[in-house]
């Protein structure tokens, strides 16, 4: 069989409806990490549906407790031909967020498939779990092309707490350094950057939560009575938060600011346009740091934002003067932040701007990565999916969001892609969550190609991007 005829059996997958069986069994799966009470979905997704199938295509499988002490198990799968050959580590995720059913449209449910034209609803259609599912149906065809082999060597590890911020897939990939070996990781995750344009990201912004408070008093006083004569502790901390970021969303902390764009970086990012669909909103074209595009502003830099903001009881106002207020702010951030000191960075702003008072907690946290698309790794994906597709994909050195990949790219130390099948305005994390058909069936036929072609080009590419290595 060639390559051709290996994406015309990946692309049938679709076209007969395996695939669209195969996703309906595992969106029925409540793997909902972020409530203790479905842990046992969590181990029957990989038990029962992720364990058997990876078994039938020739991986020893493995399920391990999570080291975090949390309830969320780690599958890990090998299929090893020769030693000789280079190794793809793959990943995926089998949680998701809560299904929220009460919020769905149209008597849709999140726990059961429904089509309807080209959008597949469901929770986890597209997050996590309808991306991991074509990767597997492209890889059992493309073993099948191949009449049982790959050409390379395979590990596949899904997590069931992406959701919940991956507790202890750091400890539990450092623990199995061995195991995890790769020469690099593959995976699928986040959205194209258009439905209609194949994409590459190699990377992913950081984030970090920390939230601000300010506690005046113990209790809240009579506005009328004491207004003018007691400070108001979310007036003072508006304007302490006024001081990290101005009206208009610009930066002003020096030490919460990245570093200059790299050439390699701005060149790629240039070719890409943001926004614009159907659904997408309208960007507001003053708002970020002055000067930089749309997407250099979203994948190239970083941003300061307020999650939330609270201060008495907004659903049940008195006349009184909150006695605190607090707020939850964000920092995504890119390669080259000085990140792990942003407590000290805030602290040591806000208390020179006169707000030494207002307290800082760290909350969530993740680190920044990015390959550059000079890669030898990235070159021979981009060139392999426009063979596939006859489009030329959108290379993002990274997301524009935040993904675990800080443990596979620093932590592994593995050249990292990422293809999703995905697209911005799917509703992932929202009810009505929903992929794409049409993406979909592309992706079969892009990831069959990937597959085709590590088994004919590996080792010399293997070797090429160890010499090549920026």
Request: glycine residues 10%; charged residues 20%; proline residues 7%.
């Amino acid at each position: 069989m060639n390559r051709q005829q290996a994406l015309m059996q990946a692309v049938a997958e679709y076209d007969d409806g395996t695939l669209q069986a195969d996703l309906a069994r595992r969106v029925a799966f409540r793997t909902e990490s972020e409530e203790a009470g479905q842990a046992a979905a969590q181990h029957a997704y990989l038990r029962d549906d992720m364990a058997p199938l990876l078994a039938g295509l020739g991986f020893a499988c493995r399920i391990h407790d999570n080291p975090a002490g949390a309830d969320l198990p780690i599958l890990v799968a090998r299929r090893i031909e020769d030693p000789a050959l280079p190794t793809v580590l793959l990943y995926g995720h089998g949680d998701v967020v809560r299904g929220n059913a009460a919020r769905w449209d149209a008597g849709r449910d999140p726990w059961t498939l429904r089509v309807e034209g080209d959008r597949w609803y469901g929770r986890g259609t597209a997050d996590n779990k309808g991306q991991h599912s074509i990767n597997l149906a492209a890889l059992r065809q493309a073993i099948a092309a191949r009449g049982g082999r790959l050409g390379f060597n395979a590990v596949w590890l899904i997590e069931t707490g992406e959701e919940a911020g991956s507790p202890g897939l750091a400890a539990f990939c450092e623990a199995r350094r061995d195991e995890l070996a790769a020469d690099v990781f593959l995976a699928s995750d986040g959205p194209r950057l258009h439905a209609e344009r194949p994409t590459l990201f190699m990377g992913s912004r950081g984030a970090v939560n920390f939230e601000l408070s300010l506690r005046a008093r113990e209790r809240g006083y009579h506005s009328g009575n004491w207004g003018g004569l007691l400070s108001n502790p979310a007036i003072v901390l508006a304007h302490a938060i006024a001081t990290l970021v101005d009206a208009r969303g610009r930066i002003t902390v020096p030490g919460l600011r990245p570093p200059p764009i790299p050439l390699a970086v701005a060149q790629a990012l240039a070719e890409l346009d943001v926004g614009g669909g159907a659904d997408d909103p309208a960007i507001d074209a003053h708002w970020g740091e002055p000067g930089l595009s749309a997407s250099e502003k979203v994948f190239g830099w970083n941003s300061l934002d307020v999650l939330t903001f609270g201060a008495g009881d907004p659903a049940k106002p008195v006349n009184a003067i909150p006695p605190e207020a607090s707020a939850w702010c964000q920092l995504r951030f890119v390669v080259g932040t000085d990140w792990r000191a942003l407590e000290t960075h805030v602290r040591e702003h806000l208390r020179q701007a006169g707000f030494g008072e207002v307290r800082i907690r760290l909350g969530a946290q993740a680190g920044a990565t990015r390959l550059s698309p000079d890669n030898a790794w990235v070159r021979w994906a981009a060139a392999s999916i426009e063979r596939s597709t006859g489009k030329r994909p959108a290379l993002l050195p990274n997301l524009g969001g935040s993904l675990p990949n800080d443990i596979f790219a620093d932590l592994l130390g593995l050249p990292t892609i990422w293809v999703p099948h995905s697209y911005p305005a799917c509703a992932q994390h929202a009810p009505n969550e929903h992929l794409l058909g049409s993406v979909a069936r592309e992706g079969l036929a892009i990831m069959a190609g990937l597959f085709w072609d590590l088994g004919d080009q590996g080792p010399a590419l293997r070797d090429a991007a160890a010499t090549l290595r920026p």
